[in-house]
């Protein structure tokens, strides 16, 4: 995971320059690109993008590290039913992380991605809920709300209210 977050700094240190805002910025803004911005051929001023190879290995590494940290989770589970889903998914999450880095399947791939991660926390925090750890059923319950709630925030559409367009673009 650390190779992948320096991967991705180092694709950010090699963006051209472009963001949603301001075509003519120079350099990658953590607050007004996307981590999409790396992937793409060109940079939003046009250029072209040398950060590319570097985003796409750091978001490949990082879907690869994510992946298989819940089928490792998945081994340890001695509930069949439960293990078997959460190893199918992690190891489905490789697959559509890779497939991200391809522009054209980018935006399904996303979706994808997100159904894909959600589900895994749905099964973890089921988990974590029938066992006796308290700390991890209260992290596990804050840890899915967070991420349904980012879901539900980076999905919204623009005619949306200001204060749900303002969180869909961090």
Known sequence: MILSILLLIIAALNYPGGNIRDIHSKGYSLTKNYISHLLEYHALNGMDNLARPWGILGVVMMGITTGLAFVRFANKIDLKKYSSVIRFLGYTLILVTSLIT???????????????TLLLFFYVTVLFLQSKLKSFKILSVLMILCFY???FFSGAPPGSPPAVQNYSCI
């Open 102 to 116: 391809i522009p054209p399947w980018h935006d399904p791939m996303i979706t994808l991605g997100s159904i894909i």
């Open 149 to 151: 709630g980012a879901t």
